[in-house]
T-cell receptor, first 109, second 114 residues
């Protein structure tokens, strides 16, 4: 299987919560990241979590890490149409990051 | 704020041409990276560099080379462009030889090879 896996697509209604999931295989990663990519743009770092943490909250964003299951999630509260984008999960490695294929989040009014 | 600048947002070239994609960062970062992004395949690492004149192959280096003559500039070279190199190319940088630092990305170059 892939090193970092994400579901490819998520559709929610404006105002709902969105949860984007990610699983990874290499448990040696020190940091795990979430990036956002808006159409036609590069990747923007949203948040990251250190591997010895279970949870990190930053305004509308909540990151949960289950290290035992190698599962990472990003919850976006009160999702807005401006949150429509591709979200990438990434884990740190020896010399670079390994990215998932990205989850396209579509927020409908 | 870190600024990673890619010289072109859109580029159209012909098969067989030698193509240069330029990336400049303004924060004195040691590490720089080139990725390509394709639908359904996510980001794939082509090359990276951790110092001037140093380079390491990523996952898909075939058909590409790189140049790092100055710390702030990292160039990706398509020696003889082919249609299967049509893609979005993303440059990134990090401040130290430490993969735990988050990567800062440019806005990307959408390259079309005709």
């Amino acid at each position: 299987g892939e090193d970092v896996e994400q579901s490819l697509f998520l559709s929610v209604r404006e105002g709902d919560s969105s949860v984007i999931n990610c699983t990874y295989t290499d448990s040696s990663s020190t940091y795990l990241y979430w990036y956002k990519q808006e159409p036609g743009a590069g990747l923007q770092l949203l948040t990251y979590i250190f591997s010895n943490m279970d949870m990190k909250q930053d305004q509308r964003l909540t990151v949960l890490l289950n290290k035992k299951d190698k599962h990472l999630s990003l919850r976006i509260a009160d999702t807005q149409t401006g949150d429509s984008a591709i979200y990438f999960c990434a884990r740190s490695g020896y010399s670079t990051l390994t990215f998932g294929k990205g989850t396209m989040l579509l927020v409908s009014p | 704020d870190v600024k990673v600048t890619q010289s072109s947002r859109y580029l159209v070239k012909r098969t067989g041409e030698k193509v240069f994609l330029e990336c400049v960062q303004d924060m004195d970062h040691e590490n720089m990276f080139w990725y390509r992004q394709d639908p359904g395949l996510g980001l794939r690492l082509i090359y990276f560099s951790y110092d001037v004149k140093m380079k390491e192959k990523g996952d898909i280096p075939e058909g590409y080379s790189v140049s790092r003559e100055k710390k702030e500039r990292f160039s990706l070279i398509l020696e003889s462009a082919s249609t299967n190199q049509t893609s979005m190319y993303l440059c990134a940088s990090t401040p130290v030889w430490d993969s735990n630092q988050p990567q800062h990305f440019g806005d990307g170059t959408r390259l079309s090879i005709l």
